[in-house]
C-alpha cells in the first residue's frame, strides 16, 4: 500500500526528533565507563538474556496458535516465522507501521479476510495493554515484593474477567457502527492470557538481568527499567527500532526508585536495547531463510488458502 506524502514527512520528522533526543541523551555518557560496564556482564549473562528474548517469541508464536486453532493449520514452525516476521517489522518500520504485517501475511499466506486478521490483531493489542499495563501497576506499586507479586496476580485476574466484558462491548459497537451484524470476535482465550502474561514476564526478566549486573541497583529496579522501556516502546510516535523513547522508559523506570546518573542508565539500556534488536532481527532472518515466515497456512476448512505472493 502506498503512503499518502503527510504520513511519509510524519514518519521522517518523528525519526529526525528521534535521533536528536538519542544523541542528547547519549551526549554526557561516559563512553570508555559505559563500554567497562558492558564487558562486566559475563557472556552466559548475554546468552541467557538473548535466549529469554527467543523465549518470548515462542510465547507469543503459542498465544497466534491459540488465535487461529479452529480457522488455520498452523504449526510452531509457521506460528513463529509470522510471529518474529511481524516483530522485526514492528520495530523496524516508524510509528508502528510494521503492525500491518500481521494482517498482510495472514490475508496473503491463510486468506484471513483483511478485517479477520485487523480484528485479531486489535485482539492481542489489548490483550498485551491489559497485561502489561497490570504489571507494570503492580510492579511500581510502594509495596514489597510479597505484597506486590498478590496485587500482580489480582489484576490479572480482574483483567481477565473485565477484557472479554469490554471486547464484547466494542464489536457490538463497531458492528453498529458499521451497519452490519454482530461480528463473531470472541475474547481471547484463556490459554491466550497463559502464553501472554508468560511472554511478558519473561521477555522483562530477559532485559532486566544485564541491567542488575551493569548497575548498582536491585533487580526489581532492573525490572522496572525494563518494563519501563516496554512501555515506551508501546507509544505510536515511534523511530526506526524505537531508538530514543526506548531508553527514555528504561531511564524514567530505574530513576523511580533509583538514584542514579541517567546518562549512565542511557548507556546501558542502548546495550540491552540493541542485544534484544539482534535477537528479533535475528530470529526473522533465520525464518526466511528457513522459509517458515512464508509457508501457505491452510484453512481447516478447506478455502483457499494461499495467494500469489
Known sequence: MKQSPNKIWASIGVTLVAIAIMAWMLRAVDWPVAIAAWQRVPLYVWLVSALGMAGSHLLRAGRVRTEWRDTLNMGWREAWGLMVRHSAWVVLVPMRGGEAIYVWVLHRQGGISIRQASISLLRLRVQD??????????????????????????????AMWILPLTWTWLMYRMSRKEGTEPFQAPPPAWESWIYAISNWIVKACAIAWPLWVMLPIDFRTALHGSVGGELAATLPLQPPAGFGPYEGGVIFGIQWTASLPWPDIAATALAVHLMALAVTVGSATLARILGWSQKPLHRLDGAPATFSQ
Not at 501497576?137 to 515484593?145: C, I
Open 129 to 158: 495493554m491489559a497485561v502489561l499495563g497490570g504489571l507494570s501497576v503492580a510492579l511500581f506499586a510502594p509495596f514489597s515484593m510479597e505484597i506486590s507479586l498478590v496485587l500482580a496476580v489480582a489484576m490479572m485476574a480482574l
